[in-house]
C-alpha cells in the first residue's frame, strides 16, 4: 500500500496517516488505478518473457 | 577564468543474445549492429572508407607520469577490421564495439541538455540498430541494456568526460591533488544520490538489499589508470583528445547510466558547475572525506547515511551536494565566468531534488513512506525502487526473490515493449525535460556550439573523400596526399565558425581550399 499512496503525487503525512487507518487504498482516480494495474501487468509480462533461464543467459564480458 | 566545460559521454551496452548458439558471440552481435546502422544511414555505401584512427590513443599512459606498457589499441591496423568495429556518424559520434560491448560515444557537447539528449539519440540509434540486426540477421534475436552491471560481478561503463583547463588539471589532479580530494572527490562520491541508477543486491549480502548505485562497488581506488579493474574514482588516463597545452580531459568513470532524463541532466550539469568552480577557485569549504572509497559504499548502501570527513564532520550525501548546489547558485549570482547553457535550470533542478530528498522517507523494509518532492519521477534509484516495491508488494516477493533482479534489468532495457523505465515513461509516471523531437535532431545533427559540427558535417556531406576521422582530426583522402584538418580546440569548428565555409564548398577538395585561404 505505501508504493500505491506514493504514486498519488503529493501526498505525504496525510496519505501517511489515511495508510494505517484503512488499508486499502486511496486517492486515485479510477484512471491511475487503471494505469497502475496495467504497470503491474506489464512487469509480469515481462518477467514471463523473459522466462527462468534470464539471468543466467545475461552474463556479460567485463568492460570498461 | 575557466574554460568552459564541454562534456561528452561514453555508453556501453549489455547486448544479450538469443541463447542455444555457442558460435553466436557478443563481440560478433555488437559488430553486426554497427554494420546495420552504418548501412541505414549510407556509410557502407561503395567508396566510403573512412576508418577511425586510434593514432592518438594513449589509454595506458597517466597524467601523473608512467605508462603500463600495454596495448594501446593501435594493433587495430587492418582498415577493414577497423572499419567492421567503427562508425563516425554524421552526428558528430562514434559506435563502435569495446571489447564485447557496443559502445557510443556522444559527440561533444557544450550544455547540459545537449549532452543529454544527445546520449538519448544514442539509445534510439542503438534500437534502430538492433531493429535491423534482428530483421536482416535473425540468428542474433539480440537485447540491449542500458545498465551497469550483469548481476554476475560484471561491470561496464557510463564514462563522462568534461574539458579542463591545462594548468588547472595539472595543479588539481596532477601537483596538488589534495585539492581534489577537498573540492572535487565529495561531489563525486555524493552525486550518487541524485544519480545512481539503483541495483537490486538481493538477500544475504553485507548491507541493504537494494543500492542506489550499480557503479560503486566496483569503485577500488580513488586515483588510478584502470577501467576494468581497481577501478578509480578519478581516472587518470593522459589522453585528451585536444591540444594538451591547453586542454585536457576529466575522464569520470564511476557514474551510472541514467534513463531518467532529470537525473542525468543533474548529473551532467552539476558536475559542470563544480568543475567549472574549482577552475575558478570558488570553492572554499575543505569537504575532504576520511575515506572516500568506504564513503562511496556507504552512500550506495544508505542514501540518507551520514559518512565523514575528514575534519571529523559527518554529513550525509545530501548535505553535501546541498553544500555544492548553494555555491553553483552563489557562483551564478557573483558572474564570475562564462557559465554553462542552461545553468539556471540546473541549478533549479538540482536543489528541487535536495528538497525531495530532505523530505523523501523509505520504511524499514524500504518501502517508500513518503515521497512529496515527487523523486519518482526524476530519479532512477527512487522509480526503480518504486516499481520493485510495487511487484513485491503485489506478489508477496521478499528481496531475495530472483525476480526482482531481471526487472532491474529489464528497467533498463531500451527496446519500449519490454522496459520498464519507458513503460513507466509512457504512463506518465516520469518527468522529462526533453521533447522527442530534440532527440531525434541529434540523432541526425551534430551539436552546433562544438567542433563536432566540423566532423559531422564532414562525415554528412564528404564520407567518400574521408580517409580517417577521430576526436582530433578529420583526414581527407586528396587524390596523392592525405589532408589532415586538426581540430585541436573542442571549442572551434562550430556552426558558427564554420557554415559559411560549408555552404561554399561544393565538393570536400573546395573545402580544404577554403580552408587554406586559396579558394
Known sequence: MGQMQKTSKGKTKKAKKKKQE??????????????????????????????????????????? | ??????????????????????????????????????????????????????GHETPFQDIRGGENGKSTGQQIVDPEENRRINTCLPNGARLYTDHAHPEYSTPECRGALD????????????????????????????SLYKNNIDHQG????????????????????????????????????????????????????????????????????????????QRPLINTREEHHADPHRFRRLHLILGDANMCEIAGFIKLGSTQLVLQMMEDGFLKEDLALADPLAAVR???????????????????????????????????????????????????????????????????????????GDLCGKLDWVLKLWLLNRFRAVKGLAWGASQL???????????????????????????RLLNDDRIEHFRQHPPEDT??????KCIERFPRDLFLVNWEIVGFDDGEVHRMVPLLNPLKGTKRLCQP???????????????????
Open chain 2, 405 to 431: 533482479k531481471v526487472l532491474d534489468l529489464q528497467y533498463h532495457n531500451i527496446e519500449p515493449g519490454q522496459s520498464l523505465f519507458y513503460r513507466a515513461q509512457e504512463q506518465g509516471l516520469v518527468k
Open chain 2, 451 to 456: 567542433r563536432a559540427y566540423f566532423r559531422g
Open chain 2, 115 to 142: 549532452a543529454l539528449a544527445c546520449d538519448k539519440a544514442g539509445e534510439r540509434i542503438l534500437l534502430q540498430a538492433l531493429n535491423s540486426l534482428n530483421r536482416d540477421l535473425p540468428w542474433y534475436q539480440a
Open chain 2, 154 to 229: 560484471h561491470s561496464f561503463g557510463s564514462h563522462e568526460n568534461y574539458l579542463i583547463e591545462a594548468e588547472a588539471h595539472q595543479d588539481f589532479l596532477v601537483e596538488h591533488p589534495e585539492t581534489a580530494l577537498r573540492f572535487l572527490l565529495p561531489f563525486l562520491v555524493s552525486r550518487q544520490v541524485l544519480a545512481g541508477a539503483g541495483r537490486v543486491a538481493g538477500a544475504g549480502g553485507p548491507g541493504r538489499p537494494y543500492k542506489i548505485s550499480q557503479r560503486a562497488e566496483f569503485m577500488e581506488a580513488v586515483f588510478g589508470l584502470e577501467t576494468m579493474y
Open chain 2, 1 to 54: 577564468m575557466s574554460i568552459p566545460k564541454v562534456v561528452g559521454l561514453e555508453q556501453e551496452y549489455a547486448i544479450k543474445l538469443k541463447p542455444g548458439d555457442e558460435n553466436l558471440t557478443a563481440f560478433d552481435a555488437s559488430n553486426a549492429l554497427i554494420g546495420c546502422y552504418a548501412r541505414e544511414i549510407g556509410l557502407r555505401e561503395p567508396g566510403v572508407r573512412m576508418i577511425w584512427d586510434y
Open chain 2, 298 to 372: 556507504i552512500i550506495a548502501d544508505q542514501h540518507d547515511a551520514a559518512v565523514e570527513l575528514a575534519d571529523g564532520r559527518r554529513l550525509n550525501a545530501a548535505q553535501l551536494q546541498q553544500i555544492y548546489c548553494r555555491a553553483a547558485e552563489d557562483y551564478l549570482r557573483a558572474g564570475v565566468a562564462e557559465t554553462p547553457p542552461q545553468a539556471e535550470l540546473v541549478v533549479q533542478c538540482w536543489q528541487e531534488a535536495l528538497d525531495g530528498l530532505a523530505a523523501f522517507k523509505l520504511g524499514d523494509d524500504l518501502e517508500i513512506e513518503e515521497d512529496p
Open chain 2, 501 to 519: 565555409l560549408l555552404e561554399r564548398a561544393q565538393n570536400a577538395q573546395i573545402l580544404l581550399a577554403l580552408l587554406q585561404g586559396e579558394a
Open chain 1, 22 to 64: 484503512e488499508p486499502a487504498p486511496l486517492e486515485m482516480s479510477p484512471g491511475q488505478k487503471k494505469k497502475l494495474k496495467e504497470l503491474d501487468e506489464f512487469m509480469e509480462s515481462v518477467l514471463s518473457e523473459a522466462g527462468e533461464e534470464f539471468l543466467d543467459e545475461f552474463k556479460q564480458l567485463e568492460g570498461e
